[in-house]
């Protein structure tokens, strides 16, 4: 494979879409799916999930795995180097130079990341986290739609772009192994990379999704989060509740009434001024158009008990709640027995965990500091209250479209998706969105991902739909062309 900038899939000055979409289609079923398959085996716990992530070496195979597969890809003039700062986890970073006349185009940098949550109980017969599956052109397994298939995706479309005779600037693909714990070493990776990144003018992420899989959906907006664990402790040891109940306050009657302090119990609405935003006119209309193209998508999105309903029965307010107003989620609990060794006994001390997810253009850190305040101030009876587990992230709003962007978009979601793209708030966080948007302030996004609404991150059977996962890569090589010619 050359480096060139004219081959047979030339057309009109634009890389040529059925080169790309053949080159896209053979590589995922005789490369991708295979040596994906084999990263789904890799038991890779992201730190929070495994203390002993270093010596456990599982971060590490994942990135062996994955550095070995590029590799062998013979991308023109590609090095790979896996970076490691001390104590922190690895990054595997792929460096792909400019085809000849994007050299001036700036960096575009591709993110993913190798790191996965928990396995957690209850797969379905005949699946399981370690073990892939392929079933109805879908790859179940922890990892697979989050985010191991990015690694992939990214690496393809840079090849189909060669394959087709498009151009690309430098691309250097970053692959974290931190993520799914809040990527807690990504700072320091972006201060130590800073000089050999160089200006970075475009970002594509792919861990990210939809509300379907019929069409792109980019992601527009993305909530910051802020977590604490709190104790409130009350008793130096538990006491019979039959003699100590009516004098001593129950630990988690205190406990509730400092959450009434930051939620409304009857609405989830959030009562600190600093969690709070006003949502920007542009994301209102946004949510509008995207609520009429598929209706009854967010009420329809999870698997409620019969006779539950979410918590507005108008599709706009439920994204909006989800994208640009502050929530919490208790997320964990310690100092409770199971029910059936429960006894008669006033427990001395009560622990939450506390998980907000905060709008896209919150302060986290003031945001976090009103939790902490509201949590310990003037506490009721005098009881003693501890934090612990404490942190926060910002979260990031899409600078607009360049023109260029705008007109690629287009094209893909006429050529390859058959469908008018839409844009959507994604209720989750990824912090390295915040961290790029302060760092390269010029910089166009294209964040998007195979995830749907029923992929089941971070939950029993996982999947990566691997149609959506083609067309995503489809879309990154003529964003890379787009790119590079301006």
């Not at 270093?54 to 023109?76: F, T, Y």
């Amino acid at each position: 494979m050359t480096c060139a900038t004219a081959g047979p899939g030339w057309q009109n000055g634009r890389v040529e879409q059925t080169t790309v979409r053949e080159t896209v289609s053979r590589l995922w079923e005789t490369e991708v799916v295979p040596s994906l398959s084999g990263l789904v085996r890799i038991p890779a716990l992201s730190q929070a999930f495994d203390p002993d992530w270093a010596a456990n070496g599982h971060l590490a195979a994942a990135v062996d795995h994955v550095r070995g597969w590029i590799a062998e890809r013979q991308l023109p003039g590609v090095t790979l180097d896996v970076v490691r700062l001390e104590g922190r986890s690895p990054v595997l970073l792929v460096d792909v130079p400019a085809t000849p006349g994007a050299e001036d185009r700036g960096t575009v940098l591709l993110y993913g990341h190798l790191d996965k949550q928990p396995p957690v109980g209850g797969w379905a017969e005949g699946l399981g986290p370690w073990k892939p599956v392929v079933r109805d052109d879908k790859l179940f397994g922890r990892g697979s739609a989050d985010d191991g298939y990015a690694a992939y995706a990214a690496t393809t479309a840079l090849e189909a772009v060669h394959a087709a005779g498009g151009q690309h600037a430098r691309s250097v693909v970053l692959l974290e192994t931190g993520e799914e714990s809040g990527s807690p070493d990504l700072p320091a990776y972006l201060e130590h990379l800073s000089a050999r990144l160089g200006e970075v003018s475009l970002v594509i992420c792919l861990d990210s999704g939809g509300n379907d899989y019929e069409r792109l959906w980019l992601t527009s907006s993305l909530r910051g989060l802020a977590q604490v664990h709190v104790t409130v402790r009350v008793l130096r040891s538990a006491q019979h509740s039959g003699l100590a109940s009516g004098i001593v306050p129950s630990s988690f009657r205190v406990l509730r009434q400092l959450l009434d302090r930051i939620e409304d119990a009857e609405t989830g609405e959030l009562k600190p001024a600093e969690l709070n935003v006003r949502i920007p006119e542009n994301r209102l209309a946004e949510t509008r158009a995207t609520a009429a193209v598929a209706p009854g998508a967010m009420r329809k999105a999870f698997p409620l008990v019969e006779g539950m309903r979410p918590v507005s029965d108008d599709e706009v307010e439920l994204m909006l709640n989800n994208s640009w107003r502050p929530t919490l989620s208790v997320i964990g609990a310690a100092g409770f027995p199971e029910p059936a060794n429960a006894g008669n006994v006033l427990r001395e001390a009560t622990t939450l965990a506390l998980s907000f997810r905060l709008p896209p253009t919150a302060d986290s850190a003031a945001a976090l500091n009103a939790v902490e305040k509201a949590l310990t101030t003037d506490v009721p009876y005098g009881a003693t209250v501890e934090l612990s587990g404490v942190e926060h992230a910002g979260g990031w709003n899409a600078p607009d479209a360049a023109p260029w962007l705008s007109a690629v978009l287009e094209k893909v979601s006429t050529e390859v998706f058959g469908a008018p793209w839409r844009s959507v708030g994604l209720g989750g966080s990824i912090p390295f969105m915040g961290l790029l948007a302060e760092k390269y302030p010029q910089a166009q996004f294209l964040v998007t991902g195979a995830l749907g609404p029923d992929s089941n991150a971070h939950v029993p059977d996982e999947w990566l739909h691997l149609g959506q996962a083609r067309r995503i890569t489809e879309t990154v090589a003529h964003t890379l062309d787009a790119h590079a010619r301006g």
